[in-house]
């Protein structure tokens, strides 16, 4: 009972063996009910975590784990015989199910023993911890615990906390040890002791026996025999305390008869009271139930113009069973369906391997001269060579632009000491129109901002050098110039594709400043290299995605050199343009791009970006719709709308926090008003798949880029920080875990650490400007 918890479970294991072999099925595979008498949390009917031992058990190792998986794996270690765990129940529920089975009004179990406990029938409506709010389920109190919050601190004796402190586990199972067969025989020794010691019972003398073994003869069962009210029950004080050595007087065996009855008797009214708000529950609950006859009369009065008719069910079990039969038939071959579907979004490891291979294929034909023009994944070089290293100082602009809103900062560094870096920025927003216009309005836009800004911060005509977080593809040939190659997150501003985006800044803005364009993937790099000198990749997955890490010089064929190392932005949103992606892309990926300002383009992307995934799942869930599997087939209008499923949704509904009538809400916003709660299921798991695929895709791509640069570095093991921003991955409940597991798995070799940036495509691309201004400075003198 207080060993280790293999060793309990192992003579569990040795027991049923014996009682299998006693029987001759040893051969057979029996259904097993597995009645587990302690407070454990159920998931399902054949899962229970034990939360904590009672009743004087202590077995190491088990408390937090699942009893079924600790007895099936002793089972599975023995070998000679098998068994199925159908159902995992509390003793207190077997009691309940065992009278029921007699008499179907039994709705309570009440186990009063070693231990005590109680459960009864609830309904579903009440469980805020279950999914769903019809039916009723069976709820195990536990009520063993009722104190250990204080709840009875009132009503406990010096006694109670005596006994208490001496168990095995202070502090818990406080109403247990004032009520079962476990304590009430301490109760009474305690008592007696006490009485004794004030010389009110045995003329004030008791034996060292008396003080050490009265709870194991004066069990519960000695204290019903102590409390009878005759000379039977006098005779067995008289037995017991010359048992343990005394020599009792007829008033010393009264004394201990009353004390046995007062204890048992405060037992007995403790139960009862609990039980009465058992009790109460389920006449509350039931209370709903009596109206019936009267609802019939009162509709009739209310609408007597309507022909209602109230239909008693005839011939009910065995029409009734083969309804529930046809039913689950048809449920199952929706399920069925449902998981066909969702099983083309769902990727092996065999297939993201594959497409770490494609990648890694895909990033040596971007550095390579010759196929550059012909490959998906650009491998654009940043002209970035250097990470700070603490001399930089003063200050500088920064504008981030990257979405329909952008900042303008301003960023002041102190030399010396890192971190000494303060920041001041607005946030501006850029019309649909503007976007979507011509590029002289959109820089121009730009333009009026930044004077805006220096305006707003005092300082206006001072002229700063700047940094330009510019956050699409550009091919660069120097650190201050930036060819637009293509627009992507929705901009389609004319004339500026093809363009240097520098010189269109300066034009607008007329001036003349030092003006570094510089990738938000490469801030985030950079901003994180300024607390962890390790980190040598930068990773953003927020409304796009792309990567960037530091390439050897000698492999970026396009740049002339080839000592050290220069940052290259991988531009890898594009990867698939050319089919890499093609085996793996569904129906509703075909969809989604097909419909995007950018057909044909930006394909990883559009398979992991946030900008996407929630159009992913709208058009899950239409399917689903259109072929009967959700919603009773009916859609809702503003379902239909495209980008109505934000993916800010997808992080709220995989929110472990997050209960199903919540996730019901979210529908209701979407005109699903009449959603069901297995709707509701069905809707989250579609969310956790496709946010599962986007997560695995990322972490494929990831593996690809830190393998390459262990290769790179000819090493067993690398060990790398990975700078990271983007609100889906920060704000997303489970994307950071399965990519982190995702990249292990695909890239054993390294090790890799995940930084977040913190405001960090601002303050990196400022940060790019102050050292490309330290090394022109050093290099002027």
Known sequence: MRGSGSEFFDHIAECLANFLDKLGIKDKKLPLGFTFSFPCLQTKLDESVLVSWTKGFKSSGVEGKDVVSLLRKSIKKRGDFDI??????????????????????????????????????????????????????????????FGDDGALEDLRTDIDREIDAGSLNPGKQLFEKMISGMYMGELVRLILVKMAKEKLLFQGKATGYFFSLFPSLCASYTCSALCCRNEEGLAAAENVLQGLGLDPAVEDCIATQRVCQIVSTRAAHLCAATLAAVLRQVRDNKAAEKFSRRLHKMVRRLVPDCDVRFLLSQDGSAKGAAMVTAVAYRLAAQHAERQRILDTLRLSREQLLEVKKRMSDEMLRGLSKQSHEQTSVKMLPTYVRSTPDGTEHGDFLALDLGGSSF????????PGKKHNVDMHHKIYSIPQETMQGTGEELFNHIAHCIADFLEYMGISGVSLPLGFTFSFPCYQSKLDEGILLKWTKGFKASGCEGQDVVALLKEAAYVSLFVAVVNDTVGTMMTCGYEDPKCEVGLIVGTGTNACYMEEMQNIERVEGDGGRMCVNMEWGAFGEN?????????????????????????????????????????????????????????????????????KFLSQIESDRLAMRQVRSILQHLGLTNSTCDDSVLVKEVCSVVARRAAQLCGAGLAAVVDKIRLNRNLDHLSITVGVDGTLYKTHPHFSSIMQETLKDLAPQCEVTFHKSEDGSGKGAALITAVACRIQDGEQH
């Not at 089975?101 to 009063?112: F, N």
């Not at 259109?626 to 499923?645: A, H």
Request: charged letters at 25%; a negative charge.
């Open 407 to 414: 900042r303008v900062l301003l960023v002041r560094i102190r």
């Open 84 to 145: 199925d765990i159908v159902a995992v129940i509390n003793d207190t529920v077997g009691a309940m199910m065992t009278c029921g089975y007699d008499d179907q009004h039994c709705e309570i179990g009440l186990i009063v023993g070693t231990g005590t406990n109680a459960c009864y029938m609830e309904q579903m409506r009440n469980l805020e911890l279950q999914d769903g709010d019809e039916g009723r389920m069976c709820v195990n109190t536990e009520w063993g615990a």
């Open 579 to 647: 089919g890499e992606l093609d085996d793996f892309c569904t129906q509703f990926d075909h969809i989604v791009d097909d419909c995007s300002t950018t057909p044909g383009k930006q394909r990883y992307e559009k398979m992991i970006s946030g900008m996407y995934l929630g159009e992913i799942v709208r058009n899950v869930l239409l399917d689903f719709t259109d072929k009967g599997l959700l919603f009773r087939g009916k859609l809702s209008e503003r379902l239909k709308t495209r980008g109505i499923f934000e993916t």
